[in-house]
Nanobody, 125 residues
């Protein structure tokens, strides 16, 4: 099973930026990799995914235009650049890999076999 380690979370003011990293520690990252987040009292939420190497990206409506997912093809790290952060972005952010379903389900957390431990992002107003 793919082992994932997230880093880069922290405390930032409204409008600030953070860059999260997801490192695949025991193998190269799988083609389809994603970020999810989980805020207290809310369900886990899809944030972004990347596939076809680095040529295709998917974003939730809530982060589109502010967040950018990227990777170096063949490498073991996926990044999530987060700009213009808002208090509603506060959550634990999780990296996910080993997607097991069809492409149309790429936003569904149920189809990812591997998860990192999460990194906390807190946006203060």
């Amino acid at each position: 099973q793919l082992q994932l380690v997230e880093s880069g979370g922290g405390l930032v003011q409204v409008g600030g930026s953070l860059r999260l990293s997801c490192t695949c520690t025991n193998s190269r990252c799988t083609d389809k990799m994603a970020w999810f987040r989980h805020a207290p009292g809310k369900e886990r939420e899809f944030v972004s995914a990347i596939h076809r190497g680095a040529s295709s990206t998917v974003y939730s409506d809530s982060v589109k235009g502010r967040f950018t997912i990227s990777r170096e093809v063949g490498k073991s790290t996926v990044w999530l650049q987060m700009n213009s952060l808002q208090p509603e972005d506060t959550a634990v952010y999780y990296c996910a890999g080993e997607f097991t379903s069809i492409l149309s389900a790429i936003r569904d957390s149920r189809y990812y076999r591997s998860w990192g431990q999460g990194t906390q992002v807190t946006v203060s107003s």
